[in-house]
């Protein structure tokens, strides 16, 4: 099946990267959004990727040019009607992407594939509100999407084989790396990440150490990356404490209770780097 025809709905950070990396390998893609204003800043963030690429001589000027001409940004969710492939790229609300799934379900095309780049919430669940479960499907890429190659392929209670395989070549033809897991709470990436981010948020709350501490044990000891509060940061404080509130209610451990400090932050608008604070301050 060709999915020559994407739309990625939801402009924030996972969404523009997804729209790009479509657009970088030949799809043409409409990148949704409800305000203007957050799709001006999508393009400008796909442009200075692109640029960052072409910099690195990963990419000439004019396939960079060449892929931003296939973006086309909209605040029309009636332009998802031409699509044979819709990724839902907003936010991590079962509420939220439920309403979205009836929607295109309604108005995309009856063979198109209907794709959540969900970090959490049950596929099964966004496929039982549509009359298409069979062609319901996750597409979880990691951040920051034009770098990171794993895509986690999420198959749903009634998700096809079909539907399954086609997903899992079109990851491998935007050179990505599909692992397909099954539809369980946080499936394996946030089912392991987030207990450890949790966990380092309990070390500070309960005064064992310092943030800064335990970023340098991990990443010294554990020769990570990154550190995980570093990493929390990153991801956005309330995106992690609302996957943590997915997989305990969801797996009901209480091992994967959050934090009181990571609520009493989060609830503070202390959000990581798009807030400008979080367990670090991002303040220019």
Known sequence: MQLARVAVLGAGTMGNGIAQVFAQHGHSV????????????????IQKSLTRFVDKGRLSAADRDAALGRIRTSTDLGDAAEADLV???VVERLDAKSTLFRELDRLAPAAAILASN??????????????????????HFMNPVPVMALVEVIRGQATSDATTGTVMDLARSLG?????????????????????????VFAVYEGVATAEAVDQVMKLG???????????????????????????????????????????MVAAGWLGRKSGRGFYSYEP
């Open 118 to 139: 969900t970090s959490s919430i049950s596929i099964t669940r966004l496929a039982a509100v549509t009359g298409r479960p069979e062609q319901v499907i996750g597409m």
């Open 176 to 200: 990505k790396t599909p692992v397909e897991v099954s539809d369980f709470p946080g499936f394996v990436a946030n089912r392991v990440l987030m207990p450890m981010i949790n966990e380092a």
């Open 87 to 89: 990724v839902e790229a």
């Open 222 to 264: 554990m020769n990570h990356p990154m550190g995980p509060l570093t990493l929390a940061d990153f991801i956005g404080l309330d995106v992690c404490l609302a996957i943590l509130e997915v997989l305990h209610d969801g797996l009901g451990d209480p091992k994967y209770r959050p934090c009181p400090l990571l609520k009493r």
């Open 30 to 45: 409409v990148l949704g959004d409800i305000e203007p204003a957050i799709l001006d800043r999508a393009r400008a963030t």
